[in-house]
């Protein structure tokens, strides 16, 4: 079994940063990509960043320049450092692993974490 547990999430202000933690764990399995999705109020849940087990990433649009994804190998760890926060980055923010072991591939959810941007 995969669990993934994610932290950092809180309220900050316009401009303010945060970084956003999640730990993933599971005898046996390999973890391949990894990233950040976020859902707001009323809104579909979309891609924030992801990060493969290369280091190769991907961001979207509207958090380039602003946000950046990492990831610890050895600790199956990855980070979303988020900086010059707007009101608009307010959501929930999920991490998701895609995972294989000797039977397939599979992919997993967090729990989700808050993050309020507000004055």
């Known amino acids: 079994q995969v669990q993934l547990v994610e932290s950092g999430g809180g309220l900050v202000q316009p401009g303010g940063s945060l970084t956003l933690s999640c730990a993933a764990s599971?005898?046996?399995?390999?973890?391949?990509?990894m990233g950040w999705y976020r859902q707001a109020p009323g809104k579909q849940r979309e891609l924030v960043a992801t990060i493969t087990s290369g280091g190769s990433t991907v961001l979207a649009h509207s958090v380039k320049g602003r946000f950046t994804i990492s990831r610890d190998n050895a600790k199956n760890t990855v980070y979303l450092q988020m900086n010059s926060l707007k009101p608009e980055d307010t959501a929930v923010y999920y991490c998701n692993a895609d995972v294989h072991d000797a039977l397939g591939y599979l992919n997993y959810w967090g729990q989700g974490t808050q993050v309020t941007v507000s004055s």
């Open positions: 599971g005898s046996g399995f390999s973890f391949n990509a």
